[in-house]
């Protein structure tokens, strides 16, 4: 398994992580992918694109077989265009738009990298949110479904609590979030906290 941040420097307010998930070069099955691809803030768009252009890709591979976006928040999908332009990936995302080639479902399959991943609906933060979970590493990808929600007093729609619950439910070992550094310890307090967090704001129906 490899898993890399393009260009971990750059987050910040205008992008996102974007992580990596690299194939294994001689599985026909594996698929180099991008989970998320930032903002199309100029100055971010160009260093990304240079960023994916220098990752390792295996012979005969392109760096970027394929995308999942976790949402369309601008500064996960907004540099959607180049990228397909660039590097012409299948794209997966919850949301129909423009460039998303393919829609997925909850409970969907998806191969990433060599990974093989589960698609979870898991609307809260956004109704269109997914989370990846892969039941061999216990890694997730949890998009901005998972961020520190260190206290209550909030308003979040009641799914939102669902959501984290159904996170909670698959003790994931290390996660990935949308921003922030990857958590790799004390995972499900992390997830803990934030179900906490949301339990003790205003729920709307
Ligand atoms: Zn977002």
Known sequence: MRIQRVHPE???DYCCNIYWVAGDPGNP????TL???????P???DAVLAGIADLPKGIGRRPVEQVVLTHAHYDHAGALAAVVERFHPVVHAFQAGP???HPIVDGQWLRVGSLDVRVLHTPGHSDDSICLFCPETRALFSGDTLY????????YPACYARSLERLQALRPAVI??????PIARDAEAFIASALAGVKASTLKP
């Open 10 to 12: 750059l987050v910040n």
């Open 35 to 41: 989970v998320d691809v930032g903002s199309s803030h």
């Open 148 to 155: 520190r929600i260190s206290e209550g007093g909030g308003a």
């Open 29 to 32: 099955r594996d698929a180099n």
């Open 43 to 45: 100055g971010t768009l």
């Open 176 to 181: 990935y979030p949308g921003h922030g550094e």
């Open 99 to 101: 460039g998303v080639s």
